[in-house]
């Protein structure tokens, strides 16, 4: 057993890892990657106890997740079957379980604090903690996958089950994110790994009728905004820039600056959120374009409209 742990965790934890299989009579299964967790525990129907832990995680990873499914199987003895998988009795036990492994001969300087913090209140899963597993990730092998917080605003990603979505505003510690196939909205902790899909070339995916657009305008100022929609949200941009309506309201109050979109998959959401935005307080819509562009600039500035404003008669 020692030996195959050697290939998994850091040495100087080996010897006390080993011990605690030993005292809680744990049958250890190394096993491939699971999207969905990386490890569990849970007891046979013959009465032993079964833990399984990925075997790609990186060794502190694998220690931290390993100790992390003891501590069920401590708590559940300790304190009942009947206790909270993640309650506080797990985080009691856990906390205590990890204590003797956060030291300079197994965690690296640079985790040792961060861990000390994540233990006062741990979590159900490390991952939750944005900067401990951000800190983590640096001992992985490279790969080509990015956390949803580095996917730009509108950015499209491909989960491993092959779903894609494009990513919205963070909503509190979350990211809003559009099921592309759907149109349901999800939610996606930050540091959640995804495959990030590239961007086609220029801005030829905001003119596509399978896409619709709610956007907001607003003048040189600041001060006035306006909300619409549109299924073509270049053309339309350019519509207000060269006032094609001179009459309209972006014309009167010389709107023609673009200071935040969002992108849907069916005009009946496109214009259900727009009647939605229409009615909101300005501190909302402030609050909002903020979250996307925090310094107001015309995020058409780069599109190069000027050769097509021609035909408009500018």
């Given amino acids: 057993m020692k030996d195959t742990l050697s290939n998994y965790i850091p040495q100087a934890a080996i010897d006390p890892v080993f011990e605690l299989i030993k005292a809680y009579h744990v ?168 495959e990030q899909i590239p961007a086609k070339a220029g801005i030829s995916n905001l003119a596509n009728a399978d896409f619709w657009y709610v956007y907001v305008m607003s003048n040189k100022t600041n001060k006035v905004l306006y909300i619409g929609v549109t299924n073509n949200l270049n053309e339309r941009v350019k519509e207000h820039k060269i006032k094609l309506n001179p009459n309209s309201f972006t014309a009167k109050y010389n709107c023609d600056k673009l200071i935040y979109f969002e992108e849907f998959t069916t005009a009946i959401l496109a214009m259900k959120r727009e009647k939605q935005m229409k009615k909101w307080k300005r501190e909302w819509k402030v609050n909002l374009i903020q979250e996307m562009n925090p310094s107001w600039a015309d995020l058409s500035m780069n599109w190069n409209l000027n050769n097509k404003l021609d035909r408009f008669g500018k």
């Fill in 27 to 194: 049958h250890l299964k190394i096993v491939n990657e699971r999207m969905t967790r990386h490890g569990d525990y849970r007891k046979l129907p013959n009465g032993s106890h079964q833990i399984t832990v990925n075997a790609n995680l990186n060794p502190y990873k694998f220690l931290i997740t390993l100790v992390h499914e003891i501590a069920h199987l401590a708590a559940f003895r300790k304190y009942g079957k009947f206790i909270k998988p993640h309650g506080e009795e797990w985080k009691y036990t856990f906390q205590q379980l990890m204590l003797p492994f956060i030291r300079p001969e197994i965690f690296p300087n640079n985790l040792l604090s961060l861990l000390a913090l994540h233990f006062k209140n741990p979590k159900a899963s490390s991952d939750t903690d944005t900067k401990l597993s951000l800190a983590l990730k640096q001992f992985d092998p490279i790969n080509d996958k990015n956390y949803i917080f580095e996917i730009p605003y509108g950015g499209t990603f491909r989960l491993y089950n092959g779903k894609i979505f494009k990513r919205g505003n963070k909503r509190v510690k979350r990211y809003e994110c559009l099921e592309v196939a759907t149109g349901r909205i999800y939610l996606f902790n930050p540091n959640a790994e995804v």
